[in-house]
Structures are given as C-alpha cells and as structure tokens.
C-alpha cells in the first residue's frame, strides 16, 4: 500500500467510526508503525483535513465542510442538478434528490425536500443501497455487464433477498426491465413507510453516474399516476445528464 493510498483510507476509518479514532487503530489498520501513523495524521491535520479530540482521536476536520461549500457553490454537476430540481418541485407532490454512484456506493449528494413530514434514511451523505431501493437500482441497471456479472457472482445471496433474481438470467431480465422503461420503481424497500421513482443520470461519455429520485408516502404512490411522474423524472434526468450547451441557449 503507497502512501498516498494509506493517506486516503484513513478517511475509511473515520466513515466507519462511530467516534474519534485512535493512533493506534489507525496504524494497525494500516499495518504500519505508530510513528509512520503520526506522520500521516500530521500531513492530514496541517491541511485541516483532520483534527484531533480531546480525548486524543482524531476524526474530520473543518477544511472538509469548507470544500463541501466549495462543491455545491462551484460544480456544475450540483449547480445544475439544484436548478433542475427547483424546477420541478412545481409538478410534483413529493421530494427530491439526488444520489451518486462511487466505488459500489450510492450516496445522496443534494436534496430538495420541502416536506419535511417525509423522513427519510437518506441522509444527504449517507451511503445506501445499491440492490435496494428506486435510487440504487436505477443506477445498478446501467453499470457495465462486467460488473454486473461480478456483482451476481459476489453477492446471490443479497440479490436474491432483494427480489432480483436466483440466478444471472433472473437478474439481467429484472435489468433490462428497468432500462426498457427508463427507470426504477421501489415500495418500502429502504423505508416501509416511502416509495420511490428514479432514472439514471449519465455522464458525457454514456456512463451511469447517479440517479434522479422523487420520494413520497408509498401509499400516495401507489394513487398516483406513475406515468405521469415517471416522465417527469425522466426527463428532469435528462436535462442533469446532458445540459444546454451554450449556442443553444444563446
């Protein structure tokens, strides 16, 4: 392991963490000597990436929230995904949000959530359920075959407990059931009480980058006229994956 990638898995641990972790848990867990952890720690601390407790753990430090201002004052990606989701309150009686894709992940990256009787578990930074849940799925049904064929040949047991199927041709057909109507339809699978409605949002090169999300109660749901909304999402992810360039909007 290279000191760059020990430097990066120490902010593992402090994900993992319920607390302050200490110099010792970290050196082991980087299979390095206490000082060799220290020296780690003090690069991260000196650039205010981490910051020690008074009980002497270490946790994450203020230059964190000081580039999560940074990133949703100045990327596109969540300057447009905001303006979009802004636009679209509007036509629908739910919430919105919406969730990237990273190393396995799907994480709630920005809301906008003006009824604040919906709860829900996820938390804007949380990491949640790729085989579970409208978020995840809308996104798991557009990653590469390659990594689906790794998924299925990892993981049987979770896809199976979620409904996808007992083996690749299940899965791959629940998939491409997905792909075929542009998105992804859950029922109380991440919260009993919530269902969602989510389409992929890709990046330039056709990649699957996060997903679009309207959650409601699931019973309003269930009323609803899911084409209606359905298309509304589609299209919200759309205009996020692939923005006006600026001759058209000129």
Request: glycine content about 10%.
């Amino acid at each position: 392991m290279d000191t760059v990638t020990r430097l990066v898995s120490i902010f593992d641990l402090f994900d993992a963490a319920s607390g302050p972790v200490k110099v010792d848990e970290i050196a082991a867990a980087l299979d390095c000597s206490i000082p060799t952890a220290y020296r780690y720690l003090k690069a991260l601390t000196g650039a205010g990436l981490a910051s020690q407790n008074v009980d002497g753990g270490y946790g994450l430090g203020p230059r964190i929230i000081q580039l999560d201002r940074t990133m949703r004052r100045n990327d596109p990606f969540l300057v447009r995904s905001g303006e979009v989701m802004a636009e679209l309150l509007p036509r629908l009686n739910g919430n919105l949000m919406v969730c990237a894709y990273y190393a396995g992940n799907v994480v709630c990256i920005d809301q906008a959530w003006p009824d604040r009787t919906i709860m829900t578990s996820y938390d804007r930074g949380r990491a949640m359920p790729l085989l579970r849940g409208a978020a995840g799925k809308a996104i798991l049904a557009h990653l590469p075959h390659h990594r689906l064929r790794g998924l299925m040949a990892d993981h049987a047991d979770e896809i199976l407990k979620a409904g996808l199927g007992k083996n690749w041709a299940e899965f791959s057909g629940k998939l491409k059931a997905i792909r075929s109507v542009g998105y992804s339809l859950s029922m109380g699978e991440v919260d009993p009480q919530n269902g969602g409605i989510a389409a992929p949002i890709f990046d330039e090169n056709g990649k699957v980058r996060a997903s679009l999300v309207l959650v409601m109660p699931a019973e309003q749901l269930r009323a609803a006229d899911l084409e209606v909304l359905s298309s509304i999402i589609r299209d919200g992810a759309a205009r996020i994956s692939h923005p006006p360039s600026a001759s058209t909007e000129a």
